[in-house]
């Protein structure tokens, strides 16, 4: 919901805080478990006596917990690849939007490089980069980069699918 409204803030507290502080309490609770209930057949390097024999209901929900973990863990992967998905596409709705085509890439016959980004550049990093920028902000650091990285190749891979498909050619 809040990234079809493009409610970064909230989507990337939720999806990119706290989903990986879930994530990360499930997978020690996954560990204390088998620790505690080894499931039949499972055997460590250092074997210690064995634990008495594990009730069906026991196995029932280290299975259940252990299920929980894993789907976590593919949801938190889902999650971010909807939103780099998201990225890519809204990035490349602004160059199809903003970016010229053709002759704006042809120098002149005394043309000097640019000492200012174009202005289609400039429109789509606030809209995109700066937006993720400002809901980033909310995030613990280590979870920045992550985010950040994901984003930002998806904005160079929507930018390059343009250039590629409209053969612009810079000159």
């Avoid at 000097?112 to 550049?121: D, F, I, K, N, V």
């Amino acid at each position: 919901r809040y990234l079809a409204a493009w409610a970064l803030p909230q989507f990337l507290l939720l999806t990119q805080g706290d989903l990986q502080v879930l994530k990360a309490e499930t997978e020690q609770l996954v560990l204390q478990v088998s620790g505690t209930f080894p499931e039949p057949g499972d055997t460590g390097g250092d074997t210690p006596p064995q634990p008495p024999p594990v009730s069906p209901w026991e196995l029932q929900l280290c299975r259940q917990i252990h299920g929980a973990a894993n789907n976590i863990q593919l949801f938190s992967g889902d999650v971010l690849r909807m939103f780099s998905t998201s990225c890519k596409r809204l990035s490349a709705e602004i160059f199809d939007q903003t970016m010229p085509l053709g002759r704006h890439w042809r120098l002149g016959p005394r043309a000097e490089l640019p000492s200012t980004p174009s202005a289609y550049a400039a429109a789509a990093v606030q809209a995109v980069l700066g937006q993720v920028l400002q809901g980033a902000q909310a995030l613990p650091h280590d979870a920045q980069a992550p985010t950040l990285a994901r984003v930002t190749t998806a904005f160079l891979e929507a930018w390059m699918d343009h250039i590629l498909t409209h053969r612009i050619k810079f000159r």
